[in-house]
């Protein structure tokens, strides 16, 4: 499976953007999604998950309320819809896919597919 991040721009404190992820090459709607993201000069971190089927989904704290993952397996991809956004969310953002178990959905090391990575810079 490839995936392919994309979306990423730069944006006003408080503004909205939606993060795509692309897949190709697999059976797609068999993985499940989630997507981190990595500061400069800090370590990656995770964002958001949603399971195979998209009937569940969670998400970090720092996250909780201003993102939703989605996902639309007839175009075999997964979006993150950020909103209410702040400078501490400036990151990489890249989406992964794997078979964790729904416990371990943020652990990174559970995913074996990535995407190349998209930059989302928020201004103040």
């Not at 944006?11 to 795509?20: A, D, F, I, N, W």
């Not at 949603?50 to 993102?67: E, H, L, N, P, Q």
């Not at 953002?93 to 989302?120: E, F, H, K, N």
Request: charged content about 15%; glycine content about 12%; proline content about 2%.
């Amino acid at each position: 499976v490839q995936l392919q991040a994309s979306g990423g721009g730069l944006v006003q404190e408080g503004g909205s953007l939606r993060l795509s992820c692309a897949a190709s090459g697999g059976t797609f709607s068999t993985y499940a999604v989630a997507w981190f993201r990595q500061a400069p000069g800090k370590e990656r971190e995770f964002a958001a998950y949603i399971s195979r089927s998209g009937s569940a989904t969670y998400y970090a704290d720092s996250v909780k309320g201003r993102f939703t993952i989605s996902r639309d397996s007839s175009k075999n991809a997964v979006y993150l819809h950020m909103t209410y956004l702040k400078p501490e969310d400036t990151a990489t953002y890249y989406c992964a896919a794997g078979r964790p178990i729904y416990s371990a959905g943020a652990d990174s090391s559970m995913y074996y597919y990535w995407g190349q990575g998209t930059l989302v810079t928020v201004s103040s």
